[in-house]
């Protein structure tokens, strides 16, 4: 079975630290997809980052990097310098091939940045 | 990236009566997802529609409470019918192969 855990379930930090969100995921496929998305207060789900199982090179785009590591199975997403803006809940999924290509979702981890 | 748009935005409805969100994308895609996303949770998948099918619901939900309708490859609708309060949460739409975009959700409450 396909299963995405985010223990963290909210984050408080003060502006400017980094901060990291935890993904651990299962599934007994060889071929998946891990993504990243970006709820902010307004609502809508924004996409941020997909990495496929076959490539273990860490992203980073500016502010936000992610670190994929199968051996541990997880897809951690780490904000540097932290900023008001960057308040919202962040759900970690994964879309493998024996989910019926449905997206699992982990339950998000909400994250509070203090100015 | 597709761009989705939903209509209403936002809607209070009282018990009993149905409701029916629109979701246009403006591009032809194969495949849209109807999400329900309750206060304070994560996402839960409704149903898959394809165009030209029968939309695939999943566990929990069914066809006479949430019918489906995709007439066309950047259009679909969803209606939430014999609405009751515990129908109040956001509706989503979604395409995509890999990663889904989604539009801006239409956020219902039921009174």
């Known amino acids: 079975a396909q299963k995405v855990t985010q223990a963290q379930t909210e984050i408080s930090v003060v502006e400017k630290e980094d901060v990291t969100l935890d993904c651990v995921y299962e599934?007994?496929?060889?071929?998946?997809?891990l993504f990243w998305y970006k709820q902010p207060p307004s609502g809508e789900l924004v996409f941020l980052i997909r990495?496929?199982?076959?490539d273990e090179q860490n992203e980073i785009s500016g502010r936000y990097s992610w670190n994929f590591q199968k051996s541990t199975s997880s897809f951690n997403f780490t904000i540097t310098a932290s900023q008001v803006v960057d308040s919202a809940v962040y759900f970690c999924?994964?879309?493998?091939?024996?989910?019926?290509?449905?997206?699992?979702w982990g339950a998000g981890t909400k994250l509070i940045i203090k100015p | 990236s597709a761009v989705i748009s939903q209509k209403p935005s936002r809607d209070i409805c009282q018990r009993g009566t149905s409701l029916t969100i629109q979701c246009q994308v403006d591009?032809?895609?194969?495949?849209m997802f109807w999400y329900r996303q309750q206060p304070g949770q994560s996402l839960t998948l409704i149903a898959t529609a394809n165009q030209g099918s029968e939309a695939t619901y999943e566990s929990g939900f069914v066809i006479d409470k949430f019918p489906i309708s995709r007439p066309n490859l950047t259009f679909s609708t969803l209606t939430v019918s014999n609405m009751s309060p515990e129908d109040s949460s956001i509706y989503l739409c979604s395409v995509g192969e890999y990663e889904q975009y989604f539009g801006p959700g239409t956020r219902l409450t039921v009174t």
């Open positions: 591009s032809q895609v194969t495949m």
């Open positions: 599934t007994r496929d060889t071929t998946y997809y």
């Open positions: 999924a994964l879309l493998a091939w024996d989910s019926n290509y449905q997206l699992i």
């Open positions: 990495r496929n199982s076959f």
